[in-house]
């Protein structure tokens, strides 16, 4: 993932559960290519507690709540990848085009913004997950959470969503420079009227 550019310096983390009850998690401030496998972090599901020579990711709490409320999640990433940050600071949900649906689902909600980490941070998602069981999380003015059954998975949605998410912004771009509008349904009717016989892309 760093040579993706899916990550940056130590920013990001990543868990794997472990048994019903724990999971392990990347430490706080550690350079990834010099972390070795005691350097990973054991975290109670239950209750939050944890052991290990470090400490653990600061915001291991996302992670928590992941495996907490889908016991099908065993692995989570959260990201700093720069497309999905940029769609998470419109602080909007992502509707990804149907290609996208099979990988990523059909909505990538956002949650709202609170400081990495905290309390508050821990509500929002818990809201969110409350009502939906997302594959992919966009954080508000800060990242993005991924989750799957296992790394793979995981990993292989955390690619796909950086390039849903590419493509997004790119068609946006684009839109934008044709002084064409962002607005669904204003688009719809600039391509009814542009291809009046073609059916609406
Ligand atoms: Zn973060």
Redesign the pocket.
């Known amino acids: 993932m760093l040579r993706e550019g899916l990550i940056y310096r130590t920013?990001?983390n990543f868990s794997i559960r472990i048994s019903q009850n724990s999971f392990l998690i990347t430490p706080s401030g550690l350079n990834y290519q010099q972390i070795t496998p005691s350097d990973l972090v054991e975290l109670s599901i239950y209750n939050g507690r944890y052991k290990g020579l470090n400490s653990p990711s600061s915001?291991r709490e996302v992670h928590r709540i992941f495996y907490q409320q889908n016991p099908n999640i065993n692995a989570v990433f959260?990201t700093?990848q720069i497309m999905a940050s940029i769609l998470a600071s419109r602080g909007r949900d992502f509707l990804p085009a149907q290609q996208w649906h099979g990988n990523l689902g059909q909505v990538v909600p956002c949650c709202a913004y609170a400081p990495?980490g905290s309390a508050k941070m821990s509500r929002n998602i818990k809201k969110i997950l409350r009502k939906t069981t997302p594959k992919a999380l966009l954080l508000a003015n800060?990242?993005a959470v991924i989750c799957g059954i296992n790394v793979e998975e995981a990993l292989k949605r955390t690619r796909l969503l950086e390039q849903a998410c590419e493509e997004y912004i790119a068609r946006q771009a684009s839109a934008f420079s044709e002084g064409r509008v962002e607005n669904a349904q204003e688009r719809l009717e600039y391509f009814k009227k542009k291809y009046p016989r073609r059916r609406t892309p």
């Open positions: 920013w990001g915001e959260h700093h990495s800060h990242g």
